[in-house]
């Protein structure tokens, strides 16, 4: 990677991974695109930024053209939540902006990079070591995007030789910047939550287990898998990768051990508890560890001291 052009860098993912790719490729090597463009923000004020819709291609070409990118990092899309609130929203956001995204790639042989999620799963699904290669029937709008986009990853390195990666994200949790309506978004507002109010209301039901992984080790494993030789990859379309598969009482429990009269609660929220009910409670990472040598950093334990250790830094 030399000149990477990153989409939705305001997001979750890439407000952290953006500031990663300038201090380890060059402030000048990395250019921040996203459809808004606050001024408080570091990824707007500190280096190469640009105003992009995904859904305009003509636009994300110019820019393509102009800084003579040679790596795509597309993260611009709806959470499942929001994806399931807004569906043909979501599909002309998630497919329109991920196609043209593809299709510059193909123009400018751009190595290219897009988050799948374990919400390509479904119910059909294993729950537990959920393998590689699987059934993936989603039943969310999410999900059908997710699955759809995989398909095209394929695609494109089979029919044209786009260099295309990509991982199925679990739950990612940030101190830095908060989520924008997903379904595993209790597990970054909990720790809020317990530092500001000493309680949190779960939106997801006790015993409900899904995959979890630390945003360092998110930004880490990006770049891994970007920097792993081509031929090693034997997965195009996404591999399976998380560090922990918990319940919100795992993170109550962790918790108390920091702030021990922290109580938690719950109002579940059946569209969140459904969507999270159709996902895996636990995903088999060893193709990821094996083809490129995925290992993440944080267990549950880690992520909560460092979690709590940097919110109290912040004001709340
Ligand atoms: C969501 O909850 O929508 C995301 C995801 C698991 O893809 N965090």
Redesign the pocket.
């Known amino acids: 990677m030399k000149k990477i052009l990153i989409t939705g860098a305001l997001g979750q993912i890439g407000s952290e991974l953006t500031l990663k790719l300038r201090e380890s490729y060059g402030m000048d090597n990395v250019v921040a695109t996203d459809i808004k463009a606050p001024e408080d923000s570091k990824v707007v004020s500190e280096g190469i930024f640009e105003k992009l819709d995904v859904t305009d291609a003509d636009r994300m070409n110019e820019l393509v053209e102009k800084y003579d990118v040679d790596t795509l990092i597309h993260l611009a899309a709806f959470?499942?939540?929001v994806a399931e609130a807004k569906p043909k929203l979501a599909w002309d956001l998630n497919m329109g902006g991920l196609l043209n995204a593809l299709e510059v790639s193909r123009e400018h042989n751009l190595k290219f990079f897009t988050p799948s999620?374990?919400?390509a799963f479904g119910p059909e699904t294993p729950k537990d070591q959920t393998p590689q290669v699987t059934i993936q029937r989603p039943t969310t709008m999410?999900g059908v995007t997710k699955v759809s986009g995989e398909l095209l990853g394929d695609y494109y390195f089979q029919k044209f030789g786009v260099d295309t990666r990509s991982v199925r994200?679990?739950?990612?949790i940030s101190h830095a910047t908060l989520?924008g309506?997903?379904?595993?978004?209790y597990a970054v507002d909990i720790y809020y939550e317990a530092l500001k109010n000493n309680t949190y209301t779960s939106f997801i039901a006790e015993g409900t287990y899904m995959d979890m992984m630390y945003m360092s080790d998110a930004v880490d494993l990006i770049i891994q898998l970007m920097e792993a030789p081509s031929d090693q990859l034997k997965n195009r379309n996404a591999y399976n990768v998380s560090a922990m598969s918990i319940a919100p009482e795992d993170i109550e429990r962790e918790i108390k051990k920091h702030i021990p009269d922290f109580e938690l609660t719950y109002d579940v929220d059946p569209v969140r508890q459904g969507i999270a009910e159709s996902w895996p409670n636990a995903i088999d990472t060893s193709a990821a560890q094996e083809q490129w040598g995925f290992s993440p950093k944080y267990d549950l334990e880690k992520m909560t001291a460092d979690m709590l250790e940097q919110l109290k830094k912040k004001e709340l």
């Not at 309506?181 to 978004?185: K, L, Q, S």
């Open positions: 959470l499942s939540a999620s374990i919400g999410y994200f679990p739950g990612l989520p309506g997903g379904t595993t978004d």
